[in-house]
């Protein structure tokens, strides 16, 4: 019984490089969320997809970031020319419908900009 | 802007009490509320929901709600080393759907043998 998938579970970028970030879901989920949690600081909401379809993005940043899950493959978190600002831990979470509205996170992808 | 406040410790509680950890919310029309534990340099794990006011137990966890008050603590009965970690309070809004988590920074527990 898989649970939530991600990968890389570490990633090395240099300043001006393109991150992915891949996310599966928990079998039977259709829910993927994606979350970072910068250095000595809280997990914060950045999008919120189903397939093939971005529900709430209100958490992204405007310029570099995008989000995708398409109808067949894993979500994809993808940084355009990083920052070392980027530097941080990214999750991807998944839920269920039907079920209670409880959010199973990955391992996480760690990210460094050199 | 919702926000969800926690003390972010040290909280630091000998091994075999009771370990309380507390969490207020801003956002009064939210639903439904979680606490995540996260290991250092892991990913947070579940371990309990609370939708109603009230008390809810699972094992030596309990959880209470308060929405009058927009107040969810945690209370970890027989603390063991192993409950050392951070825990993270989540609320889930009020707009309805599978709205995205708001965290708040976390606890820092540290259980003392």
């Known amino acids: 019984n898989a649970g939530v998938m991600q990968n890389p579970r570490h990633l090395v970028r240099r300043r001006g490089q393109e991150a992915r970030l891949r996310c599966s879901p928990m079998k039977g989920h259709s829910h993927v969320y994606w979350y970072r949690q910068l250095p000595e600081e809280g997990l914060k909401f950045m999008v919120y997809l189903q397939k093939e379809n971005i529900i709430d993005e209100s958490g992204m940043p405007k310029e570099r970031f995008s989000a995708e899950f398409p109808k067949e493959g894993p979500s994809i978190l993808r940084i355009q020319q990083v920052v070392r600002g980027d530097s941080a831990a990214y999750f991807c979470?998944?839920?269920?419908?039907?079920?209670?509205?409880?959010?199973?996170f990955g391992p996480g992808t760690r990210l460094t900009v050199l | 802007q919702k926000e969800v406040e926690q003390n972010s410790g040290p909280l630091s509680v000998p091994e075999g009490a009771i370990a309380s950890l507390n969490c207020t919310y801003s956002d009064r029309g939210s639903q439904s509320f979680f606490w995540y534990r996260q290991y250092s340099g892991k990913s947070p794990e579940l371990i309990m929901s609370?939708?109603?006011?009230g008390d809810k137990e699972d094992g030596r966890f309990t959880a209470q709600l308060n929405k009058a008050s927009q107040y969810v603590s945690l209370l970890i009965r027989d603390s063991q080393p192993s409950d050392s970690a951070t825990y993270l309070c989540?609320?889930?809004?009020?707009?309805?759907?599978?709205?995205?988590?708001?965290f708040g920074k976390g606890t820092h527990l540290i259980i003392q043998p």
């Open positions: 979470a998944s839920y269920g419908s039907g079920g209670p509205p409880e959010q199973f």
């Open positions: 989540a609320v889930r809004g009020s707009g309805g759907g599978a709205d995205g988590l708001t």
């Open positions: 609370i939708y109603s006011n």
